[in-house]
């Protein structure tokens, strides 16, 4: 792997294919979550607040077409893209009837220079049936799945109330690569309880899955949730800035180097964020990890070998 080149990142595997800058656009489709409403839990997951990590525009009745045409005015002159995935981010977007879920997805896809999906989900939301909608809707464009796993250890599941465990997610991966769909699977460092070993136990997890991408989330504290609580009662503390950056480093270490890395860090809401601070600095944190590989000489895949 080339020395400017540390990791795969998802911005050139989408101009391999498309010849162009192509941008994704977060979109909320208004959908809810069984972890919430009674099916599996309620509450959500430790770190969730009402808003799911979303945009809450479905709130403010923009259609999907309408928030899809928004963004694209402001992306054009920030990035000049030119092209655009349409990224279903809140909550389980997959989770609907699968009439309903073809609607959203067609509506998308019907936006000019949409040339494909991302759908965020969990790995209990998705039944053949949607699994085959979208394996159908597939066949024209680019669709990717992505599941939120978060941790490959059974215990952190059950401590921050994820709802699913391990082999969920497994039975979920077999089905949707039978369907030869593109797999992003979301994990989260920092996690509470998890020590350092066991978030690198999930990279090493996550080099023997057949996955084709990997979105890296610091976890940060947000006002509404039960994290907050935790965190406010000295219970939870985040992880550092250092703690965080040769984490990352190591853990794309371990992952083989095809696998796309779609995220390295998050971007939460400014006015929702208790801590740690610096996650508001993005960029900070990108260069900081790119350095700690350069300066340790990591790259993604140096120790997957020794990982299997």
Known sequence: MESTRLYRDFNSYLREIFGCRVQKITVDAGLSCPNRDGSIGRGGCV????????TGAARS????TEQLEMAKAHLVKRYRAKKYLAYFQSFSNTYGPPGVLRMLYEEALAV??????????????TPDEVLDLIEELSRKRLIWIEYGLQSAN???????????????????????????????????????????????????????????AVKIHLLYVIHGTVLA?????????????????????????????DVIIQRLTGDPHPDELIAPTWAL?????????HNYMKSHGFYQGKHHSVSE
């Open 47 to 54: 770190y969730c607040n009402e808003r799911g990590s979303g």
């Open 112 to 125: 000019e220079d949409v040339v494909g999906l991302s759908i965020g989900t969990r790995p209990d939301c």
């Open 61 to 64: 009745g923009l259609t999907i």
């Open 154 to 212: 059974d215990a952190t599941l059950a401590r921050i109330n994820r709802g699913h465990n391990v082999n969920t997610f497994l039975d979920a991966v077999l089905r949707t690569r039978i369907r030869n769909l593109p797999i992003c699977v979301h994990v989260i460092l920092g996690l509470p309880g998890e020590s350092r070993k066991e978030m690198l136990e999930t990279a090493r997890f996550l080099a023997s899955q057949d996955i084709q």
């Open 281 to 289: 600095e993005k960029q900070r944190s990108l260069n900081a990890i």
């Open 229 to 257: 609580h935790w965190h406010q009662a000295g219970i939870y503390q985040c992880l550092s800035f250092e703690e965080y950056t040769s984490i990352v480093a190591e853990f794309l270490a371990l992952l083989p180097s």
